[in-house]
T-cell receptor, first 114, second 112 residues
Framework: DAGITQSPRHKVTETGTPVTLRCHQTENHRYMYWYRQDPGHGLRLIHYSYGVKDTDKGEVSDGYSVSRSKTEDFLLTLESATSSQTSVYFC?????????????FGPGTRLTVL | RKEVEQDPGPFNVPEGATVAFNCTYSNSASQSFFWYRQDCRKEPKLLMSVYSSGNEDGRFTAQLNRASQYISLLIRDSKLSDSATYLCVVNEASGNTGKLIFGQGTTLQVKP
């Protein structure tokens, strides 16, 4: 299995509070991605990173920000959580143009916003 | 129209059956195609890449039809352990970002 971990694995929080999810990889892959998965929508890309300090928006980026200060870590922040952000969040890594263009996923974080 | 469309199922089949899933994609410039498997409450895992010539991995066969823009997955001799959701995945054609577009998934339930 690819060396990807996510923390926390489960979180319950209240509307209006800030939340940060962490993705950590040991594969030295250049690209990292954050997705959310909801019933009826499949996996949707929130943000992605193509290197340290290099990030870009995905399909559903509103209400989310990201940061990547080290190759191995990619943080997803909900500045002020809303109930619509209740979801399962997956991080993924790949190395397009390098060792692999397939994406490998972390175990996911279940977030509930009350 | 969704960029990647799959029949969500569920497909309920007996053990030993052969089952086929189809998927269509909208961007003719897409170059990479995959099937991922996702077990309940788990992360998606790569099942197989799909090549133009078709490819086989044990009981699983994937086919790509670029002219019709559809991808198929055939599972022969279904096992109980094949029960899962199968995601059809296509790369976003613009740039080398590695961005993937996921279908909603097709749920397979194999019964004894």
């Amino acid at each position: 299995d690819a060396g990807i971990t996510q923390s926390p694995r489960h979180k319950v929080t209240e509307t209006g509070t800030p939340v940060t999810l962490r993705c950590h990889q040991t594969e030295n892959h250049r690209y990292m991605y954050w997705y959310r998965q909801d019933p009826g929508h499949g996996l949707r890309l929130i943000h992605y990173s193509y290197g340290v300090k290099d990030t870009d928006k995905g399909e559903v980026s509103d209400g989310y920000s990201v940061s990547r200060s080290k190759t191995e870590d990619f943080l997803l922040t909900l500045e002020s959580a809303t109930s619509s952000q209740t979801s399962v969040y997956f991080c993924a890594i790949s190395d397009p143009g390098g060792s692999t263009d397939t994406q490998y996923f972390g175990p996911g974080t279940r977030l509930t916003v009350l | 129209r969704k960029e990647v469309e799959q029949d969500p199922g569920p497909f309920n089949v007996p053990e030993g059956a052969t089952v086929a899933f189809n998927c269509t994609y909208s961007n003719s410039a897409s170059q990479s195609f995959f099937w991922y498997r996702q077990d309940c409450r788990k992360e998606p895992k790569l099942l197989m890449s799909v090549y133009s010539s078709g490819n086989e991995d044990g009981r699983f066969t994937a086919q790509l039809n670029r002219a019709s823009q559809y991808i198929s997955l055939l599972i022969r001799d279904s096992k109980l352990s094949d029960s899962a959701t199968y995601l059809c995945v296509v790369n976003e054609a613009s740039g080398n970002t590695g961005k993937l577009i996921f279908g909603q998934g097709t749920t397979l339930q194999v019964k004894p």
